[in-house]
């Protein structure tokens, strides 16, 4: 079946530093990528998406870097702090409705102060 | 705006009794509704999904059901719980039609069976 492999499983990086997560999707269908932050015992949240005909978006601190040729996406966040730590999840959809999203499986970020 | 509550916050069952997690949504008319549930440390498991009233869709066969009894109610059941069935259990929503493909979650519930 289709699925989104997301690496690495957990990431620890110093405050100010950069973070990078990668995730890379099977179905060639798929046109919209969201990124969701989940705290500690709450739902997630999205944070920032993008659909297939932007290569890049940002937002602040956040960005979202999309090659559909390769299939594969990333989320860059810039000048970390502590309350960014949180699991962070990317998801594949086909833009039907959002029926089969497909979710990565995570990535832990551990930002030290 | 769009809110989703679920209840309870949290849950503790003992196995072979029976289950039922509400979830809702104001603000939105004819919502796609999602049941997710999340392991310990773990990704997110689409259970069941919803287009409408008396829709449902099962994506896992287990132990558990879900009904949609009004348009921005969905509710997941069991009648006998198992120790498996402990998890985070996260309803989700979003927009009906083509193009609205970003799901919003709501708070989540913690069920532990012993």
């Known amino acids: 079946g289709e699925n989104v492999e997301q690496h690495p499983s957990t990431l620890s990086v110093q405050e100010g530093d950069s973070a990078v997560i990668k995730c890379t999707y099977s179905?060639?269908?798929?046109?919209?990528f969201p990124w969701y932050k989940q705290e500690l015992g709450k739902g997630p949240q999205l944070i920032i998406d993008i659909r297939s005909n932007v290569g890049e978006k940002k937002d602040q601190r956040i960005a979202v870097t999309l090659n559909k040729t390769a299939k594969h996406f990333s989320l860059h966040i810039t000048e970390t702090q502590p309350e960014d730590s949180a699991v962070y999840f990317c998801a594949a959809s086909r833009g039907n409705g959002g029926f089969k999203t497909i979710f990565g499986a995570g990535t832990r970020l551990f930002v030290k102060a | 705006s769009q809110t989703i509550h679920q209840w309870p916050a949290t849950l503790v069952q003992p196995v072979g009794s029976p289950l039922s997690l509400e979830c809702t949504v104001e603000?939105?008319?004819?919502?796609?509704l999602y049941w997710y549930r999340q392991a310990a440390g773990r990704g997110l498991q689409l259970l069941f999904y919803s287009v409408g009233i008396g829709q449902i869709s099962s994506e896992v066969p287990q132990n558990l059901s879900a009904s949609r009894p009004q348009d921005r109610q969905f509710i997941l059941s069991s009648k006998k719980l198992l120790l498996s069935d402990s998890g985070f259990y996260l309803c989700?929503?979003?927009?009906?039609?083509?193009?609205?493909?970003?799901?919003?979650f709501g708070p989540g519930t913690r069920l532990t069976v012993l």
């Open positions: 603000g939105t008319s004819n919502p796609n």
């Open positions: 179905d060639s269908a798929s046109n919209y």
């Open positions: 989700a929503w979003n927009p009906p039609g083509m193009g609205s493909d970003t799901q919003y």
